[in-house]
């Protein structure tokens, strides 16, 4: 394996070596090379190239040997995210260390090996497909094609029909999906057919956290000045990004919504960075809601393999595994 391709040697290297390199990958993974990026955040930062394949941007994450996963606070908790617990703590009439409450839901300490990949920078929505109006599909359903009709009236910007049907409003009119039912075998076939992959659960940890050591990738505590989904009403600017949103020291966009959870590559249908929602739902906080977006939570085994298109979202990558 070429060692330029690794963390060290590559932030060493000159930029117009990096441009040369990059180019050389964009050729062999048939791509389009768009340049090189600084990608500069919460103390971690990386100058990489960004690639365009199929409508979809990725950029090239450099291998490391990392330690993963979390058993203790590295600089503590801030005093918000201690005065957030502990109103919990009493309100459940519990005594309990907050440290060691979180160490729970945290996968042990060990030392990965993570290789060289070409990693798709957004989510990917999973079982909903573009469709036209007049697909048969849709029209064999009267009562969906009503609900749209009552949609197009009302002042709504979309409309969902569950696992079924859903409809946007657009600055060109409307814009429809239908919902195919997938499980996890098949999108990997379907992944492999187009010569992607999935991370694995230790490879999404290294993107998402680049081997931070503390709870987050900014730091033990949740920065309560970002502005956080689910948290803050962002109607007054709807297409502003949400902080956790903005690309990483990686450029990826990456463990931003706890009700997205990622696919991962495993022996069955296994995910990370969210739990669809489960502890926002439940009334827990914006600390505990955003703590299965940490790079050490422990990755959610599934109790099946059908994949719900409402939560779970897949990121294709490619391993440079043979690249010399």
């Not at 798709?120 to 048969?136: C, F």
């Not at 849709?138 to 709504?156: G, I, M, N, V």
């Not at 033990?220 to 902080?243: I, K, Q, T, V």
Request: charged share 30%; aromatic share 12%.
């Amino acid at each position: 394996m070429n060692k330029r391709l690794f963390r060290t040697q590559f932030n060493q290297m000159e930029n117009i070596e990096k441009q040369v390199l990059m180019e050389s990958l964009a050729a062999r993974y048939d791509m389009t090379f768009l340049g090189l990026h600084t990608f500069d955040r919460w103390g971690q930062s990386c100058t990489t190239g960004i690639f365009k394949k199929d409508g979809r941007e990725f950029v090239f994450v450099p291998g490391d040997t990392v330690t993963l996963g979390w058993e203790q606070f590295a600089v503590g908790l801030n005093q918000e995210s201690r005065e957030e617990l502990e109103y919990l703590f009493r309100e459940w009439e519990m005594e309990r260390d907050p440290e060691e409450m979180i160490r729970e839901s945290m996968a042990p300490v060990r030392q990965a090996a993570i290789g060289p990949m070409l990693v798709g920078r957004e989510l990917e929505e999973i079982n909903w497909e573009p469709v036209k109006m007049d697909d048969p599909r849709l029209t064999a359903h009267p009562d969906w094609l009503k609900e749209f009709r009552d949609f197009a009236w009302s002042d709504s910007s979309s409309l969902t029909l569950h696992q079924s049907a859903r409809i946007e409003r657009t600055e060109d009119g409307f814009q429809t999906w239908i919902y195919n039912r997938t499980d996890y075998d098949e999108l990997l076939a379907m992944l492999e057919n187009r010569g992607f992959s999935l991370p694995t659960a230790d490879e999404w940890a290294y993107l998402c956290g680049g081997g931070c050591r503390t709870l987050f990738p900014w730091g033990d505590g949740l920065d309560y000045s970002m502005r956080l989904h689910w948290f803050e009403n962002m109607d007054e600017d709807e297409n502003r990004p949400y902080d956790m949103e903005e690309p990483n020291f990686f450029g990826l966009s990456i463990a931003y919504d706890p009700y997205m959870r990622e696919v991962v590559q495993a022996d069955r249908l296994t995910t990370c960075g969210g739990d669809g929602g489960c502890n926002i739902c439940g009334g827990l906080g914006p600390f505990l809601g955003f703590l299965p977006c940490s790079p050490h939570c422990k990755p959610e085994v599934q109790e099946d393999n059908e994949l719900n298109g409402d939560y779970d979202f897949y990121r294709p990558i490619i391993r440079l595994e043979n690249y010399d």
